[in-house]
């Protein structure tokens, strides 16, 4: 499963906000593994570079130092919701007469093919697929003499799910979709400001975190900050795999540490779904709280069985056959002289496909465990999503098509115990009003349609 990116913005005139924002950027690596991008400003022009491929892989010290301005914006990023091409670098820049934007996104403009349709019909020449080059255009674009005006007509039009950092010649902005969707946090830097889809990426440079930015909110960031607030005709929609899965453990969401609303995941686990066991074991990384907050519920013994190596899918070097066969192993190694013959409680995050957890299960098979009972903290995941998590089509899901006794069957595990919703939303620790839960219930924030391959907004929506 993947996200969409991860966005970063500063405005900080003196200091060096090319090397902020790189540095900020291996914060929210995890966020996206395919491109990377930094966007700055000297108050007059603005200058880009982007290049496909890991923040550490993208820059090197000349790029930075190429890199002046009292502001910038940076993008790390994953392909969209549903992609099968390569992530368009990002930011996106965009000129339009004298008005001029680099633009940072994340999230899924569910109304993005009508609005490139009609502004191709009006001449404009689009270089990708990516939403965020729509969004850029329909600013440069909107109607109005200042950018609150330009900003306020574009962003009324889009659908969908959207956190933004925009850099102008002038001013950082910051824009987050009145559903408040993904995650968009302020910070404050030497009397500048930052913005940030986590706030590990603050505490990374140094930076404060001040508040969440509100839902629909449009933050313009210069010497005198100013603000104004969207129109929210619909409910609210975090998503909550913000906290089950994609953000790090470090991370404030929404005013939740997301470490302590996974311990608390593992304990509602151990109170659902108890079982005689020897050791608690965590599928590293984003489970290991949950099993630790498991461990401490049951008063089982937790025990890291499993270690990963952090750098499988950071490479460019494809596996030849015979490393492919091997599978999860390049990724995982099971500790076989601590699980022979115990009883393990193995504590996951999620299971989308049904794809790699049959492979984690033999390898603890393989290593001796005697036997395997599987704890997810997501309850079953029987519904696609629209809004920027590259998730699966509905018939890719095994919860869509099998039963949770027929998972187990299919998994090999002794036992199954998944989350329920009222569980995890107690877990989570925010009001169930807040939250999308549509993978896991099917009641969208906004109105979809079924395709063949997969989830889309309805013609009226766009």
Same mark, same amino acid.
């Given at each position: 499963?993947?996200?969409?990116?991860?966005?970063?913005?500063?405005?900080?005139?003196?200091?060096?906000?090319?090397?902020?924002?790189?540095?900020?950027?291996?914060?929210?690596?995890?966020?996206?593994?395919?491109?990377?991008?930094?966007?700055?400003?000297?108050?007059?022009?603005?200058?880009?570079?982007?290049?496909?491929?890991?923040?550490?892989?993208?820059?090197?010290?000349?790029?930075?130092?190429?890199?002046?301005?009292?502001?910038?914006?940076?993008?790390?990023?994953?392909?969209?919701?549903?992609?099968?091409?390569?992530?368009?670098?990002?930011?996106?820049?965009?000129?339009?007469?004298?008005?001029?934007?680099?633009?940072?996104?994340?999230?899924?403009?569910?109304?993005?093919?009508?609005?490139?349709?009609?502004?191709?019909?009006?001449?404009?020449?689009?270089?990708?697929?990516?939403?965020?080059?729509?969004?850029?255009?329909?600013?440069?674009?909107?109607?109005?003499?200042?950018?609150?005006?330009?900003?306020?007509?574009?962003?009324?039009?889009?659908?969908?799910?959207?956190?933004?950092?925009?850099?102008?010649?002038?001013?950082?902005?910051?824009?987050?979709?009145?559903?408040?969707?993904?995650?968009?946090?302020?910070?404050?830097?030497?009397?500048?400001?930052?913005?940030?889809?986590?706030?590990?990426?603050?505490?990374?440079?140094?930076?404060?975190?001040?508040?969440?930015?509100?839902?629909?909110?449009?933050?313009?960031?210069?010497?005198?900050?100013?603000?104004?607030?969207?129109?929210?005709?619909?409910?609210?929609?975090?998503?909550?795999?913000?906290?089950?899965?994609?953000?790090?453990?470090?991370?404030?969401?929404?005013?939740?540490?997301?470490? /302590?609303?996974?311990?608390?995941?593992?304990?509602?686990?151990?109170? /659902?779904?108890?079982?005689?066991?020897?050791?608690?074991?965590?599928?590293?990384?984003?489970?290991?709280?949950?099993?630790?907050?498991?461990?401490?519920?049951? &008063?089982?013994?937790?025990?890291?069985?499993?270690?990963?190596?952090?750098?499988?899918?950071?490479?460019?070097?494809?596996?030849?056959?015979?490393?492919?066969?091997?599978?999860?192993?390049?990724?995982?190694?099971?500790?076989?002289?601590?699980?022979?013959?115990?009883?393990?409680?193995?504590?996951?995050?999620?299971?989308?496909?049904?794809?790699?957890?049959?492979?984690?299960?033999?390898?603890?098979?393989?290593?001796?465990?005697?036997?395997?009972?599987?704890?997810?903290?997501?309850?079953?995941?029987?519904?696609?999503?629209?809004?920027?998590?590259?998730?699966?089509?509905?018939?890719?899901?095994?919860?869509?098509?099998?039963?949770?006794?027929?998972?187990?069957?299919?998994?090999?595990?002794?036992?199954?115990?998944?989350?329920?919703?009222?569980?995890?939303?107690?877990?989570?620790?925010?009001?169930? /009003?807040?939250?999308?839960?549509?993978?896991?219930? &099917?009641?969208?924030?906004?109105?979809?349609?079924?395709?063949?391959?997969?989830?889309?907004?309805?013609?009226?929506?766009?």
């Amino acid at each position: 499963m993947h996200e969409s990116c991860g966005i970063f913005g500063v405005f900080a005139p003196g200091l060096d906000t090319a090397r902020l924002v790189f540095f900020a950027l291996f914060a929210l690596q995890h966020r996206g593994q395919e491109a990377a991008g930094i966007a700055v400003t000297n108050g007059e022009s603005l200058e880009m570079f982007v290049n496909p491929g890991l923040v550490s892989q993208v820059f090197t010290e000349d790029d930075l130092a190429s890199l002046k301005g009292f502001a910038a914006v940076g993008h790390t990023c994953y392909s969209a919701s549903g992609a099968r091409r390569p992530a368009t670098p990002q930011p996106i820049l965009e000129h339009n007469g004298r008005w001029s934007l680099a633009l940072a996104h994340n999230g899924n403009v569910t109304n993005a093919d009508a609005l490139r349709d009609e502004l191709q019909a009006s001449g404009l020449v689009f270089r990708s697929q990516s939403d965020a080059e729509v969004i850029a255009k329909l600013i440069v674009t909107a109607h109005g003499t200042t950018w609150e005006e330009k900003l306020s007509h574009a962003l009324s039009r889009l659908q969908g799910a959207y956190s933004l950092a925009i850099l102008t010649p002038q001013v950082l902005i910051a824009a987050r979709d009145p559903m408040g969707v993904r995650p968009l946090s302020l910070g404050r830097l030497d009397g500048g400001y930052v913005v940030a889809s986590e706030t590990c990426a603050f505490d990374h440079i140094g930076a404060q975190f001040v508040r969440d930015v509100r839902p629909g909110e449009v933050l313009l960031l210069d010497a005198a900050e100013t603000s104004f607030q969207q129109p929210r005709n619909g409910r609210r929609a975090f998503c909550v795999f913000e906290h089950i899965y994609f953000a790090r453990p470090d991370s404030t969401v929404e005013g939740r540490l997301v470490y /302590e609303a996974r311990l608390a995941m593992g304990a509602k686990l151990a109170q /659902e779904h108890p079982v005689d066991a020897d050791y608690v074991v965590g599928v590293p990384d984003s489970a290991t709280a949950a099993a630790i907050g498991y461990a401490r519920a049951s &008063g089982i013994p937790y025990r890291e069985g499993l270690l990963k190596n952090r750098y499988v899918g950071r490479t460019f070097i494809a596996p030849d056959q015979r490393l492919r066969d091997l599978g999860v192993q390049l990724k995982f190694n099971p500790l076989s002289s601590l699980i022979r013959d115990q009883r393990l409680v193995v504590v996951d995050d999620s299971i989308v496909r049904g794809t790699t957890t049959p492979h984690v299960v033999n390898l603890l098979r393989q290593a001796g465990a005697r036997e395997v009972h599987l704890r997810i903290c997501a309850p079953p995941l029987r519904h696609p999503c629209p809004l920027g998590v590259d998730m699966a089509s509905e018939w890719e899901l095994i919860a869509a098509r099998m039963s949770v006794p027929e998972i187990r069957e299919y998994l090999g595990v002794d036992s199954l115990g998944y989350s329920s919703l009222p569980g995890l939303v107690e877990a989570v620790g925010l009001p169930k /009003e807040l939250l999308c839960l549509a993978c896991f219930d &099917g009641d969208y924030p906004l109105p979809v349609q079924m395709g063949l391959s997969g989830l889309a907004a309805e013609s009226h929506a766009k």
